[in-house]
């Protein structure tokens, strides 16, 4: 009989990539998490991990068995779900997370309609980056998450998440109120070429996709300013400091004096909802999502 608590911490290690850093996240000593693992291989009779480098990887074995723990996580959550069936209508807690812009266009607002149709539920909503959310549904921590497509998300086809799309999120380029550029009804990015530009600091998610615009109009943005904030960029544009790109569910403050300015091809970011798989349909989390999409049909527009 295979310990399923011996195979959560496996879990964890092939969802953190050490045992370090599985052991932190399950509250455990790395030696603690290794002997765990140790008696998981030993009652199996495979070895789980093997050495690379400084660290470990996991076996072709340890692999193979991950899938089926995927597997038995999703039926699990079937069952749970089937035995509550009688519970029906939303209700205890529904805990969200999401970027930033998600949690003040569409997790508040979302906390904001479930508080008055559904009185037996309680909404708890956290900002957080988006790898967070991952680990965040991953131990538990959060029913569902609002995240947006990086390069550095689990793919779509990971047995242990289930991503759906929310919206498309077009990115509009922003000038100053008195910029040639401001009274035209959509612009071709080329056309901002050669001009100073403000984009996201190297590490934010948001990055590679202002990098990626501005590559398919054929240029590299020469980058003077970097900023952690949609407000901040936003001010450094009304300064006549540059030109950027800024997503439009991002609400940009009345009055500074900016203006948005559609771009041809519509370049855009993509948001997801993301679940544990096998909780999409639980009752707190589908109403949840229903409001949510209706929310992202008009946020956009």
């Known amino acids: 009989m295979i310990d399923l608590r011996r195979l959560h911490v496996l879990r964890a290690v092939a ?36 050495p690379q480098g400084r660290g470990v990887r996991l076996t072709a074995a340890a692999e193979s068995l991950l899938a089926h723990a995927d597997a038995i996580a999703e ?5 749970e779900l089937d035995l509550r069936a009688e519970y029906s209508a939303p209700a205890g807690q529904l805990r969200v997370s999401g970027f930033t812009t998600a949690v003040s266009v569409l997790l508040a607002p979302m906390a904001v309609r479930m ?3 559904h009185p ?10 988006v790898p967070e959310s991952f680990d965040l549904l991953f131990e538990g921590e959060v029913d569902l998450a609002v995240v947006d497509v990086t390069p550095h998300n689990p ?19 922003v000038v100053p109120d008195d910029h040639p550029l401001a009274g035209l009804e959509r612009v071709d990015l080329a056309e901002v070429a050669h001009e100073d530009w ?15 615009a501005c590559g398919a109009a054929g240029f590299t943005p020469d980058v003077i ?12 544009v009304a300064g006549r400091l540059g030109v950027a790109l800024i997503p439009r569910l991002f609400q940009l ?25 096998g909780r999409r349909e639980r009752p707190a989390v589908a109403a949840a999502l229903e409001e949510l999409r209706g929310l992202a049909s008009t946020a956009v527009a």
């Open 253 to 277: 403050t009345p009055q500074v004096p900016i203006t948005r300015v559609r771009c041809v091809g519509d370049p855009h970011r993509k948001v997801l909802t993301c679940v544990r798989r």
């Open 115 to 117: 508080r008055e149709r």
């Open 198 to 212: 403000i984009a996201p600091v190297p590490q934010s998610p948001c990055r590679p996709h202002v990098m990626s």
């Open 225 to 236: 300013h970097h900023a952690l904030d949609w407000n901040v960029t936003a001010h450094l």
């Open 155 to 173: 793919p779509l086809s990971d047995a242990r998440f289930d991503q759906q799309p929310l919206l498309d999120d077009p990115y509009d380029l």
């Open 120 to 129: 037996q539920l309680t909404v708890r909503l956290r900002e957080t980056a």
């Open 75 to 79: 039926r699990w959550e079937a069952a």
């Open 15 to 50: 969802h953190y990539g050490t045992v370090t850093a599985a052991a932190r996240a399950l509250h455990f000593t790395p030696s603690a998490a290794s002997q765990q693992i140790r008696q998981l291989a030993g009652d199996l009779g495979v070895d789980l991990l093997e």
